[in-house]
């Protein structure tokens, strides 16, 4: 989850005067960024600093921050999808790979685990056909019944950059990876099977062979749970509007899990947060496994002792 960020006065000191880019490509500054949580507030893992979106910026797309993503143009019709460069993200993002290695570095003494990370195909594209953030996607909704071939043709290509960026995050050090598909959600079931299960599973198959856990995210899924199951994820990670009692009875000698705490509730005061904590750690209990989490990323209005009350508790336990 985005665990680092704008509820940490530490992030806003270090990106002061500097852009969320700019940051993202400054190795020092990423790697400290990168490190925060876990010296500010006690997370037991890392992931790296950057953005779903950078792998993309690095192809040349017109991409910029404020704060969300947002494109001058939405990239639509048929002449701006197939001439989208190629991806080569070692090539065009090689901060990544070296604020990988940092880390690397600085966190094998402490035997602390290392996570990269990628957007999945259908939000960065939901992204992009919209030409930034939105309540409702209706631009990419729309070219799915009226574009069908346009769409499938778009999602190949960033399913494609996805498993290059994945797999070289993996080489580069990266302990496991979790892809992010933030807007999956509001497709029905029907057309989650058709336009979103299918790149899950390219991107598991193309990865397999890896003995690095691949940990899938689908934000807004209590309606497509046995979907997310039958990708062949190692770790499911939920967010608060799925049981997770029920998830971990049905599915959960399938995959470990993650989450689901909603975020907000880390305004309560930190005991109730310990009791949402020990309820959550006994809800997953059944499954084969389970990673403490937020069911989605800090907001940012979150207090900092809410997170810290949050950490505490899983330890604990
Ligand atoms: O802990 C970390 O900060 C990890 C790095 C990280 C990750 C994993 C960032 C930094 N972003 C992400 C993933 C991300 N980015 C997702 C998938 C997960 C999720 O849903 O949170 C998505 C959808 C984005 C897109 C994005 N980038 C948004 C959301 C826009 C929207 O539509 O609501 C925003 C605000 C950004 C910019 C961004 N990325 C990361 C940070 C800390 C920020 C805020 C920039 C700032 O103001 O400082």
Not at 172 to 198: I, N, S
Request: glycine fraction near 8%.
């Amino acid at each position: 989850m985005r665990q680092a960020g704008r509820y940490l006065p530490a992030y806003r000191e270090t990106r002061a005067g500097v852009s969320f880019l700019e940051a993202c490509r400054d190795v020092d500054r990423a790697v400290e960024i990168s490190l925060q949580p876990l010296r500010l507030v006690g997370t037991e893992a890392v992931i790296l600093f950057s953005d779903i979106f950078i792998p993309l910026v690095g192809m040349g797309l017109p991409i910029e921050f404020a704060p969300g993503p947002t494109l001058a143009e939405p990239l639509r019709g048929t002449d701006a999808i197939r001439s989208i460069p190629a991806p080569d993200p070692e090539a065009q993002v090689p901060y990544v790979y070296e604020i990988l290695a940092r880390l690397r570095e600085a966190l094998d003494p402490e035997g602390v685990p290392l996570l990269g990370f990628a957007g999945a195909p259908w939000t960065l594209a939901a992204y992009l056909v919209e030409g930034g953030g939105s309540k409702e996607f209706g631009a990419i909704k729309r070219m799915a019944y009226r574009e069908p071939a346009l769409l499938r043709d778009l999602l190949d290509r960033l399913t494609d950059m996805t498993v290059r960026y994945l797999r070289s995050q993996l080489e580069a050090g990266a302990d496991a990876v979790q892809l992010f598909d933030t807007w999956a959600g509001l497709l029905g079931p029907e057309e989650y099977r058709r336009w979103v299960l299918p790149t899950h599973c390219e991107i598991v198959q193309e990865l397999g062979g890896s003995d690095s856990p691949f940990i899938l995210y689908v934000k807004d899924s209590a309606h497509v749970v046995p979907e997310l199951f039958e990708v062949g994820a190692d770790v499911v990670s939920l967010d608060w509007r799925v049981d997770l009692a029920a998830a971990a009875e049905t599915f959960g000698a399938r995959a470990s899990l993650q989450g689901n705490l909603d975020p907000s509730a880390l305004a309560a005061p930190a005991s109730s947060i310990a009791d949402a904590v020990a309820r959550i750690a006994r809800d997953a209990a059944p499954a084969r496994g389970h990673i403490l989490n937020l069911g989605h990323g800090c907001l940012p209005e979150t207090p900092v002792e809410g997170v810290r009350a949050f950490t505490e508790a899983a330890r604990a336990l």
